[in-house]
């Protein structure tokens, strides 16, 4: 078990005499995508041996394993070294939320993790590095602000609430089209490259990465027809979960309350030949040109959370950066993984037993309901073991 | 010297025969303001006993005097608690950094938090009360966006930088016009509120309460002409260090920075009435009808930024409140303090030796240069005699 996952662990006990008893929405994507060649259907055997969960050694008394989407589950360690600087920050005599943030302290925070990030996803000097705040939605604005003129076409596809949010918006400010959309089949599948019937002409083709409601992720990515075109992504519930190459894109923006932080630091990785022709209805703050002329210090930024995001890069980068993250969770398909019981009445009985058991936020998005386990980069394999026991007992004790 | 502040310590020594030494570039305002009724020239007497700046009971070990124009110096008391319940806050299992903004723990601190502020405002329930990102700078497009057509003319009293800002924003979404500027006088004044030549049509009239720059503060507000108009504030750095009747406002906003909290949080008080209106080129992030129907929450807010106004706004309430809190400073005249010396040559020295003895953040602002003691809510007593003690003992080596 000890080099595990959440997915693997499933996927093992895949064949049952007794049929489904946990499901998973996600059917087999198209072959040009790299989804295990697996059906990833969540079930488990019912001859299980009856196994009582157990807080592992390694979670701190008092902790429970929070399976959230976002706001999730900070490394301990980050937490631990938070909770022993808040009061006050090295020799500052201050806590980084009195700092200014001009001043040579939250300059160095700043700073240090900006290229922390630039080593953990190897950002070559060609892009900027941006912390702002407003969340990915904030961008679904300031993307086609900044790239597009009103009358200018761009290509969405669509597999996911969070990516027809982004189109809706930038609706508002250029011509956008959904050259494909997963809607009709419930957003479980993500469409075969080839098949996108994209606009020669358009500006950019915008995906999101990993939609957390439905559990759908880009595995590889599409290439913009327009040879001029670039590639956006919406990475917000997947960045720094594995490697990535940033010279695709022209533009990766990302919240950082999933893998790498709090909720109000979103961070925006562009090209810098992409910044300086914003329309002029752009507000200030939405100008990515101004935020990168000023090292994203143009106004005060989100300074607690900026300096939290550096203790996780530099706690990623300790753990051997993210191929090393990636190659431990090799099998780790999805970010999240939403899942139903075959007895759908048995739902809230699961929820509540397994929050009993110190699990919790597993209850399925509003929109889709069932259950969700987020497994980010900070939850412990000592939480997926846990969980996975847990769905046995439960499926011996209710199958 | 135990209920004294900074300006009526150094008020006390106005007179010397050496000339000045410190001096402040506010002159006495029009007569219709209640600023003090002598002049604001910070001066010392060179005639004090040296006295050795010594760091005071109160003030715990390696914490220093944290003059920061913001972010700023927050309450120890404050901090203590946000240090001792950051890795797991209550019986949650987790630290507020990682909670689901939309589960019952965040929605009961973001809940407190707004009813603490509507106490300490004594907010009614005609307003709401917003917890938003992206600074005051964000608001400067926000609220014509929201609150004007292209063409409405709006009023802007421009008494410095901060005010200078927001009316260039406007610019873009409505027709502003300055009907006062103080900038011919290196913004060392407020006008004649008698004297404003309104525009009896403007849809709002905006001011900014307090200019951090250039230490300029309103000590009480214009009338809009237009009886449909409504008056503007941006509180940013005086929010919440004295009462204020919000029912004369239409709209008050405040980056978080100064007296509240963290940076990463605007907050926005405004008139029910006012919202719904927002022009169709407004990004939904801006919309403050969005923010009102999902109290906050449609997208993932500030949360720990929010989690901090929220134990600031308790300890406000612990301390009795805002009118408790403005008569013990009631002779603080200003948030910000700027000074010179008469021999400007020393200022680098000044600054070095004060933050040798751990008052740092005393550079003034880069625009103006000289020195600048930024004095909010959760400056200590001793922090500011400390200061002029130093000030004392500098200009008697120095004088």
């Known amino acids: 078990m000890a080099t595990a996952s959440l997915h693997s662990l499933l996927l093992k006990t895949q064949t049952t005499t007794n049929g489904y008893f946990f499901k998973n929405p996600i059917t087999p994507p198209s072959q040009n995508i790299s989804f295990p060649n697996k059906s990833l259907s969540i079930t488990c055997a019912t001859q299980v041996q009856t196994q009582s969960p157990t807080t592992p050694k390694s979670q701190s008394q008092d902790r429970i394993f929070n399976f959230a989407a976002g706001p999730a589950t900070l490394p301990e360690s980050v937490l631990k070294k938070a909770e022993s600087e808040l009061y006050i920050w090295r020799d500052s005599g201050m806590s980084v939320m009195e700092m200014s943030h001009r001043g040579k302290d939250f300059v160095s925070i700043i700073e240090k993790a900006e290229s922390d990030l630039r080593l953990l996803l190897n950002i070559s000097s060609d892009y900027h590095v941006l912390f702002l705040q407003g969340g990915a939605t904030t961008q679904f604005a300031a993307i086609p602000l900044n790239l597009c003129k009103p009358n200018d076409s761009v290509d969405f596809v669509v597999t996911g609430s969070w990516g027809d949010k982004a189109f809706k918006e930038a609706t508002k400010y250029c011509k956008p089209n959904v050259i494909w959309s997963g809607k009709s089949e419930k957003y479980t599948k993500i469409p075969s490259f080839e098949a996108l019937e994209q606009d020669p002409n358009a500006k950019y083709l915008h995906i999101c990465g990993n939609e957390t409601i439905h559990g759908v992720e880009f595995k590889n990515y599409p290439v913009p027809l327009n040879k001029d075109g670039i590639l956006i992504a919406d990475m917000s519930s997947h960045f720094c979960s594995k490697p990535v190459d940033v010279s695709k894109f022209g533009l990766i923006y990302a919240g950082a309350q999933k893998n790498v932080g709090p909720s109000g ?26 935020h990168a002329d000023n090292k994203s210090l143009y106004n005060t930024p989100p300074c607690y959370g900026i300096y939290m995001c550096g203790l996780v890069f530099e706690d990623l980068l300790n753990q051997g950066g993210l191929e090393q993250m990636s190659v431990e969770k090799s099998v780790r398909s999805l970010m999240n993984v939403p899942f139903t019981l075959e007895k759908s009445e048995l739902e809230a009985e699961f929820i509540k037993e397994a929050s009993k058991e110190k699990m919790v936020q597993l209850k399925g998005h509003r929109s889709v309901g069932g259950m969700r386990a987020s497994i980010y980069n900070a939850m412990p394999l000592a939480g997926v073991e846990k969980l996975v026991a847990f769905m046995k007992d439960f499926q011996s004790r209710h199958g």
């Open 265 to 290: 630091v979103t961070i925006v990785i562009i090209r810098k030949d992409l910044v300086g022709n914003a329309q002029e209805i752009t507000p200030v703050m939405l100008d990515y040109k101004i």
